[in-house]
């Protein structure tokens, strides 16, 4: 039994205005039964966007979190979900950019918080300065674009005057550049990728993954009470050198807490291997 059979048809509001519901509101059908609504009052881009109008008023959990507050107030229900999006260097693979997208559902009445989590190295999150229209061409062939949109301003990238979003036609996009090209002060224009989900298919996806996750977390229930998201939260290093016995980098451990009861439970050698290669130890390999 887990807690959240309960939620063969109940109501979920998805905090969403950029129709990231395309791809979570059919997960969420199939695993749990859940009707997904949309608030169409709920004006997600005062949480932050990504063309630096706004700023994220804290980290990626903490404004998915407010995101999925400010759509329960907004409905009678009690189960909402947001999403949250970042780009930056990929957190183990070196000079790699990635796509970190967390979806975050709340059920306020359980008092339960899931977090599903996905990181992919698929992403075409693109910006920089250009001269000419051939040199946009370029650009717009890179990122994928019409399937991905694009958004052309100029001036700072920190502060775009004449931001145009959504350009995913080329009559439009020429007629943006034309306008941004006539109107900056240098000749030159910012453009980039428009990451905003429903322009965006790629990440599209890496949401579509995220939510997944969320849902395999979800059935994961603690050993001890049952509570739903018991899953690794710790990688701990130190798998011994198979030469010397010292502690290598690899991962010796991966513990899952309990976020209900505290239980702690250990899996070590999670890769199966209970020493590491030579190549890997500090000592033996400095
Ligand atoms: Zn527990
Ligand atoms: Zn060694």
Known sequence: MNLTDAWEGETITIATMHGKEQVIAPILEQAWGLRSIVPSELDTDRFGTFTREVDRPGDQLATARAK?????ALTDGSIA???????????????????????????????????????SLKTNYRQGRVRSWAEVEKFAE???????????????????????????????????????????????LWVETDMRAMHNPTRMQVIAQATE???????????????????????????????????TPLIRLHRSICDRCGHQQDDPFP????????????????
């Not at 999925?68 to 329960?72: N, P, S, Y």
């Not at 990238?157 to 439009?172: E, H």
């Not at 996750?213 to 050198?241: E, I, M, Y």
Request: aromatic letters at 6%; hydrophobic letters at 40%; one cysteine or more.
């Open 68 to 72: 999925a507050r400010a759509a329960l």
């Open 81 to 119: 979900l947001a999403s949250e999006g970042s780009f930056g260097p990929h957190p183990s693979v070196p000079f790699a950019a990635a796509n970190r997208e967390l979806v975050l559902l709340i059920d306020q009445s359980l008092g339960l918080e899931l977090v599903g989590e996905a990181i």
């Open 142 to 188: 890179t990122i994928g674009f019409p399937d991905h949109g694009l958004v052309v301003g100029w001036g700072e990238p920190q502060n775009l005057q004449g931001v145009t979003k959504g350009l995913r036609d080329r009559s439009a996009l020429a007629a943006a550049v034309t306008e941004a090209l006539t109107r900056s002060a240098d000749g030159s």
């Open 213 to 247: 996750n969320l849902v395999a977390k979800a059935r994961s229930t603690c050993p001890v009470c049952h509570w739903p998201g018991f899953w690794v939260t710790q990688r701990l290093p130190g798998l011994p050198c198979g030469e010397c016995g010292l502690p």
């Open 271 to 286: 890769q199966g291997e209970t020493t590491a290669d030579p190549t890997y130890c500090p000592f033996c390999n400095p």
